[in-house]
């Protein structure tokens, strides 16, 4: 097995772990909340509603102020791209050329970043009118 076939395995078994490593912890998660209630049940004991509403709903939390936490992601990536541009100006010093390389992630961080941004205003003007 040569390396123009191993680096490609390598990389989509890596992106196939980051996406379904974090659904499976989180079905198994799901599996022991629901033996532990049937566990309970079995045993005659009481549930607490609140208890059986927070193993049933999961971990995730509700985002309280969406606007606000969509305007933080929205100048984040505009400062990643930002610093993706500036850094492909100080490398072209070093070796000319690179900055073409730097600026197209910097150029969707930038769009994602005003996206972002723009949602957040659509957000804030959502919540006043309620």
Known sequence: MGADAFVPFVFFAFLGAVILVPIWLKERTKRSAHALISQALEKGQQLDPAILKQ??????????DRARSTLGNGIVLLALAIGFVVGGFALEDFGGGVETG????????????????????????????E
Not at 55 to 62: A, Y
């Open 55 to 64: 193993l049933t709903e999961g971990s995730t939390k509700p985002v309280k």
């Open 102 to 129: 730097m600026l197209v992630p910097a150029a969707i961080l930038g769009a994602l970043g005003v996206a972002f941004i723009l949602l957040a205003m659509v957000d804030y003007a959502a919540k006043k009118k």
